[in-house]
């Protein structure tokens, strides 16, 4: 194994790959040798050459920001010398990347086993949902979940509830969101028959929450009100146990790949983040897209600083408008609160070695792969063309994956250097960045992609990942998510609370 890594020949920063210690020699890949001025912990920057403030250091072949002092070769590079380079709101030009991703024949196009719904659409799990449209019946929800996944059969994987505080006492755009969160989730294909729960008196009844909904089948989408019944949990049980009854008519069947979609998303990234999970993650999206398949890259501040690389890869000037708005409105939604637009990475990613945002970004979108960007979702809506597609959404893992979830992914690639044990309502796939976090968390970690800086290609790398993911989606296999119960929601919140 090798010290160090120098991710492009624009670079003046290698990254540490074990612990190095002020004073001892490195050789560089041209014979150089370069000592070291302090102590550069595992996973951070070593500068190659001298910078002198005001000048700009590479790392991924882009500037990831400004030095703030003269930086000599040999110094440690992180948040006490560097800054960010980036500004506010920034106008855009179209510039067409030609190096893309196409999709590929059908007959070439992979299979999985998953359930074909009436209205066409695939699911991976055979669940019951319930869906409370406020949070004031989350209990009420719990139980029924509880008692209804004991009444199961062999062909219905589970009933599960997804607790939230909202639903009463918003307002404007706040309870739109709501809203239109939840009804995505309803539509989910996972959900074999869902059971929406009102209450009875809350901004999001039954009846405009209906609305939002859609046209649904009634025999997989079944409503209850709980003030209007005597008994709701008895009632709340008959209603499951119809639902459980229509699941147990859907089988798993063959069905292409290109039937599947996978949300992209990071959370506790580190300095290996950008070098070993998100470019492996960025090689399943490619992989899915040449077979027809959809990705949905999101965490819109996480793509500050390198917006313009997904910009020219839009497929056309509509798309990269769309995506000029997206990454301009949320600069203005932080704006709009007073807050620094550039206020990230978090203490973890800065612990980890991530100094500013535009390093963040430029690791962070390797995740999307080289795809062409096919679509914009707003948040809470759900994808309807295929490729790659940017979702509104912010950072934050539970409040990104719950809308990832609620866009249609069926399964979440979520890379990690520190570790979570959150899942969200779909199989969520934990990517270690390094080994050490896949050894110390092996209850939250799928899959490790630190094995990249030790003996594995990246090919060899694909292949296994590819592999697990089509068992995963075939039934055959269980995300640790899913194995503990790790299954949450959150929904983004932007207004007043009565």
Not at 42 to 67: Q, R
Not at 91 to 98: A, K, L, M, N, V
Not at 255 to 265: E, F, T
């Amino acid at each position: 194994m090798n010290d160090w890594v120098r991710l492009s020949d624009r670079d003046q920063v290698v990254i540490a790959l074990r612990p190095l210690v002020k004073g001892e020699t490195l050789e560089l890949e041209n014979g150089q040798a370069i000592e070291t001025l302090e102590d550069v912990p595992k996973g951070h920057k070593l500068l190659t050459v001298p910078v002198a403030a005001g000048g700009h250091v590479y790392k991924f072949g882009y500037s990831i920001g400004l030095a703030k002092t003269d930086i000599p070769a040999g110094s440690w590079v992180h948040t006490h010398n560097l800054k960010t380079g980036l500004g506010s709101i920034l106008e855009y030009q179209y510039e067409p990347d030609s190096d893309v991703i196409q999709a590929a024949p059908a007959a070439d196009v992979p299979v999985f086993q998953g359930y074909v719904r009436p209205n066409g659409e695939v699911g991976i799990r055979n669940e019951i949902w319930i869906i409370n449209t406020v949070g004031c019946i989350n209990k009420t929800c719990e139980i029924l979940a509880k008692r209804g996944n004991d009444r199961c059969g062999d062909g219905v994987d589970g009933v599960f509830h997804f607790s939230h505080p909202f639903g009463c006492s918003q307002l404007g755009d706040d309870l739109k969101y709501t809203q239109r969160l939840l009804a995505s989730l309803v539509n989910h294909p996972n959900a074999a028959g869902v059971l929406v729960i009102g209450l009875g008196c809350e901004n999001n009844g039954i009846g405009s929450f209906r609305e939002a909904i859609g046209e649904v089948d009634p025999n997989r989408v079944k409503f209850m009100s709980a003030q209007e019944e005597a008994d709701e949990l008895e009632k709340g049980l008959e209603l499951i146990d119809e639902l459980i009854a229509y699941a147990s008519t859907f089988k798993r069947e063959p069905v292409p790949v290109s039937k599947l979609k996978l949300g992209l998303k990071c959370g506790g990234s580190d300095g290996f983040s950008g070098i070993t999970a998100n470019p492996l993650v960025g090689t399943i999206s490619d992989r899915l897209i040449a077979n027809g398949g959809t990705a949905i890259l999101t965490e819109v501040p996480e793509m500050f600083g390198a917006e313009t690389i997904l910009m020219n890869r839009a497929a056309d000037q509509a798309v990269f408008e769309d995506i000029v708005c997206l990454v301009n409105d949320f600069k203005q939604y932080f704006i709009r609160h007073g807050q620094e637009i550039y206020e990230n990475p978090s203490p973890g990613n800065k612990a980890g070695g991530i100094t500013t945002l535009e390093e963040k970004s430029l690791g962070c979108t390797q995740k999307g792969g080289r795809a062409t960007v096919h679509d914009v979702v707003s948040y809470g809506g759900r994808v309807s063309k295929h490729g790659l597609n940017l979702l509104e959404a912010p950072g934050n893992d539970l409040v990104s994956v719950t809308a990832l979830s609620a866009a249609g992914a069926h399964i979440v690639l979520f890379t990690t250097g520190r570790g979570t044990p959150f899942g969200g309502p779909v199989p969520t796939v934990k990517i270690a960045t390094n080994s050490d976090l896949a050894q110390h968390k092996k209850n939250w970690i799928d899959y490790n992609a630190g094995q990249l800086l030790e003996d594995k290609s990246m090919g060899e790398m694909n292949e296994t990942l590819w592999q697990q993911l089509i068992a995963i989606a075939s039934g055959e296999r269980q995300t640790n998510n899913e194995r503990n119960g790790f299954r949450e929601i959150a929904i983004f919140k932007d207004g007043v609370i009565l």
